[in-house]
């Protein structure tokens, strides 16, 4: 895979590895996108600095893309999404324009650094879910509370620990700007552990912000010339395609192996992008 | 989903109550959802279709992306996409698939405006105004519209 690739050839490998990224990404609910920019960075030599643009790209793309199937479930609830996105957006605007500055080698060890905690954050068992919180001021001024349809009918939840939120969806948005992904594992962390938002509700309004958090920084990634058209279209189409068909074949038995064998990617891929980053290989 | 209107005892479960939750979010969000899929969807084809011109000219040439080197800026801003376009490049057809896709998620947040401010929700509409400002200075502010 040494630079002997014709277009053609690039462009067929490229679309087919994003392909099968968008489909991992989403059988296993951990994104296509963390493991777009190591991949392209280590087995086709490709600068970080286009793979990351042409990741953000097929980022807004699954998000979009899969927002219909999710909006039908009902769980999102745009006035929390809504307000995050102020920090996300903020967040994210700051890392694009930090990620114009910062050497390559730098962004390459932020990069392992993510890629391993999400590893590890897969791997966690998740809290098991707090019911009937008692109201928090904050959270009902800002109108955030809400309820979803659950199996014993309409569910309410109270959110918790807003300024918490607020402040690591703002990280959350930074890394997805400075590195080009959708940074989930932040988000999770934010809204499941900290606000408290049952698990239905935090995905699904989570995907929601994703696209829009990813569209803050693709300006200032396209305007400094980062999003290369021929390297952009295969990753976009491919992850857009494999995502897509992800979403249809969720199926719950095979989720579990997939989850593992997944993070064991994303964990060789964050140890990969440690070393060339501290050995200067990016 | 069907599954979660079992028959409890609970007092008209699915009417929809005047003005309970004021907006009812459900419709605006399947809404916002067909528009995202739609913006995906003609970006897609957008972007094949400069894919099968730029392939058919370039397929044979190398493909190296190793050193950095910033694009043109018939790529970079949305000026020189359009002009690109307008000469009939292909990578100038795919530039624009992607900034039509960068707008989708944007028209939705301001469509989101339409909805908060239908509810009279004047905390919400100046969010999601806060949001917009921001797009719009990353897609406006920072070079690429010149």
Redesign the interface.
Known sequence: MR?????????AVVAIVSFVAGLLGSLTGLGGGVVLVPMLTIF????I??AIGASL?SV??T???A????????F????IG??L??AT??G??LG?FLATRIPTSALAIIFGAVLLYSAYLSRKPRPPAQRNLPPDPLATR??LNGSF??????RSYNVQHVPTGFSLMFGAGALSGLLGIGSGAVKVVAMDQAMRIPFKVSTTTSNFMI??T???????Y?????????????V??GV?AGSLLGSRILIKAETKSLRLVFSVVILVLGLQMLYNGFWGKI | ?P????P?P?PQ?LQPQPQAQPWD??W???I???L??T??LI??AV??W??SI??FR???????????????SE???IHGVIQSVKDGR???L??LG??L??????A??AF?IV?FAMEH?R??VA??L??LA??L????G???GV
Request: net charge negative.
């Open positions: 630079n002997s690739m014709t277009v053609l050839e690039f462009t086709f030599h490709v600068d600095r286009y790209v807004i793309a998000s979009s893309g927002a219909a199937s999710y909006v039908k479930e009902g999102s609830n745009i006035r809504m307000f996105e102020i957006t903020f994210a605007l694009a800002l109108r349809p659950d199996l014993e009918g309409e696209g829009v990813a569209a803050a920084s693709a300006g200032v396209l305007s400094r010339g980062y999003v290369d058209p021929g390297l952009s279209m295969p976009m189409l857009l | 989903m599954a979660a209107r079992a409890v609970t479960p979010d459900h605006i969000e399947v916002l959802g067909n995202l899929r913006g995906v970006s897609a972007v094949l400069g894919a730029y392939l370039h397929a044979h040439e190398p493909a190296d992306y190793r050193v950095f080197r910033g694009e043109p790529f970079r801003t292909g990578r100038g795919i530039q992607l900034l896709l960068i707008a989708t998620p944007i939705r947040v989101s909805g929700d905390m919400y969010f999601t806060m949001v921001i797009l200075y990353s897609l406006l920072s070079g690429l």
